[in-house]
């Protein structure tokens, strides 16, 4: 028993260590944030000066407004496209599944860096000058492979019982696609759209390779407010990004947890 007693606390122990390791730069920039001084560094007094001067800024504005904009045509291309591929793994399989699962999982663990650049030859080879366009099919090829996975592993969990009674009672494929599937499908649809849209507004690499003047995201801004000093409205910019992810992220998990606890009968 002393012997297991030990194990439980040396584990505990390193859980705490790994939790601070992990969280402690994040509340380090929290805090920060409203300090009132110039350089971020020293803290002066506290403040939420910044959070304030934040939204004077026209800069900070327009690349926000872009953001926006971004991540949400990168929701209906990945969304729109991921649902129905995510729904054929499910029903049509064949052999050709598991190579498109494979090209799935390849888009997803690809380094950023590489589509970036490929993205950036692409979209110079192909003429599209138009900056929110660049942006948003960018983000969507992560996002895209995203969805289409969790839409499958939804579909696959429900099962087709409810599909096929509906079309034993005459329904035709589109009617029982809009009245029957995408219902039972909707949780892992929003889901997927809130992370889609997360991501896209978070990300960085993308966005600054293929973004044309006049369309900068709000990351890339944060990303050059870097060059004449760390300020208190960068941090500020920050822990707003942030808490926009984690509400993303926090109702995308809470919608997922909802669905499998349904299928469960919980």
């Known amino acids: 028993m002393a ?51 934040v939204f004077e800024n026209p800069r900070v504005i327009n690349a926000l407004y872009v953001s926006l904009q971004a991540a949400a045509i990168n929701v209906v291309i990945a969304v ?20 498109f699962l494979l090209l799935l999982l390849l888009v997803l663990f690809t380094p950023e860096l590489v589509v970036a650049i490929g993205l950036l030859i692409w979209f110079n080879h192909i003429g599209l000058d138009q900056g929110l366009l660049r942006l948003a099919i960018g983000h969507s090829l992560f996002n895209l492979a995203l969805v289409t996975l969790v839409v499958r592993g939804r579909a696959e969990g429900v099962g087709v019982t409810l599909e096929e009674a509906a079309a034993d009672l005459g329904a035709p494929p589109w009617r029982a696609f809009l009245q029957v599937t995408l219902p039972v499908m909707l949780p892992a649809v929003i889901a997927g759209a809130l992370l889609a849209f997360t991501y896209s507004f978070d990300d960085v690499i993308i966005s600054l390779f293929v973004q044309e003047p006049g369309s900068t995201t709000l ?22 990004t942030l808490g926009v992810s984690l509400i993303g992220v926090v109702l995308a998990a809470l919608l997922l947890r909802r669905s499998g606890q349904r299928e469960l009968g919980l």
């Open 3 to 53: 012997g297991r007693d030990t194990t439980a606390r040396g584990l505990f122990v390193w859980m705490v260590a790994v939790f601070i390791f992990l969280y402690a730069p994040i509340v380090v920039v929290v805090i920060y944030s409203f300090n009132g001084g110039r350089n971020l560094y020293i803290w002066t007094e506290f403040s939420t000066f910044w959070y304030s001067a």
């Open 80 to 99: 729109s496209l991921g649902v129905l591929a995510g729904l054929a793994l499910a029903r049509r399989k064949g052999r050709w599944t598991r190579p």
């Open 219 to 240: 990351p890339v801004h944060i990303l050059s407010s870097f060059k004449p000093g760390l300020r208190g409205d960068v941090a500020a910019i920050v822990v707003m």
